[in-house]
């Protein structure tokens, strides 16, 4: 049975400071593997997906890496802004459903 | 992408009475989906919702208590039945679209239910 696990499971950090968030799997057999934000009491924003042959995708500030032969993904923040607190997810797909990970809620202080 | 909207956005409802959520997207999808989060965690596949059949339910989940309607392309809903304050979640449409070779999920605003 799939499951990922998202570390730290709440950051805090100054504002303007580079972050990383970091998701694992435990099976490696996944479609792709997508990055959501959630605002409290909000539904999600797709940020990055990452298909399973790719190793990174970019979006502005933000870069997703994809490492499926370790079952790990990372998510980095550059240069952080108040704007960017909320929860994020990640979640694989596999079996034509999305599995999710527990989230990181990030502060980031002005 | 598309425009995926929720009807109510919350409601608070007493205990044993139904709640029906409706989902509407904007364009034509053949895969809806129904998550629960309860409060403090993550998302839960309630079931997979394809126009034209009966919807699939995940472990824990069943037809009786979370009945689902797929009557077209664009629209679904979930009722949450009998319902008791350990159904108090965000229950939350997606819908998947096929992009050049991948699949990727879109998700409505989420509806916020409270039972008493």
């Known amino acids: 049975k799939q499951e990922v696990t998202q570390i730290p499971a709440a950051l805090s950090v100054p504002e303007g400071e580079n972050l990383v968030l970091n998701c694992s799997f435990t099976d490696s057999a996944i479609y792709n593997l997508q990055w959501f934000r959630q605002d409290p009491g909000k539904g999600l924003t797709s940020l990055l997906l990452i298909q399973s042959s790719q190793r990174e995708q970019t979006s502005g500030r933000l870069n997703a890496s994809l490492d499926k032969s370790s079952g790990r993904s990372t998510l980095y923040i550059a240069a952080s802004q108040p704007g960017d607190s909320a929860t994020y997810l990640c979640?694989?797909?596999?079996?034509?459903?999305?599995?999710f990970g527990q989230g990181t809620e990030l502060s980031v202080k002005p | 992408s598309a425009v995926i909207s929720q009807k109510p956005s919350r409601d608070i409802c007493q205990r044993g009475t139904s709640l029906t959520i409706q989902c509407q997207v904007d364009s034509q999808v053949t895969m809806m989906f129904w998550y629960r989060q309860q409060p403090g965690q993550s998302l839960t596949l309630i079931a997979t919702a394809n126009q034209g059949s009966e919807a699939t339910y995940e472990s824990g989940f069943v037809i009786d208590k979370f009945p689902i309607s797929r009557p077209n392309l664009t629209f679904s809903t979930l009722t949450v039945s009998n319902m008791s304050p350990e159904d108090s979640s965000i229950y939350l449409c997606?819908?998947?679209?096929?992009?050049?070779?991948?699949?990727?999920?879109?998700f409505g605003p989420g509806t916020r239910l409270t039972v008493l």
């Open positions: 979640a694989v797909s596999q079996g034509g459903k999305l599995i």
């Open positions: 997606s819908v998947e679209f096929s992009f050049g070779g991948y699949n990727e999920q879109f």
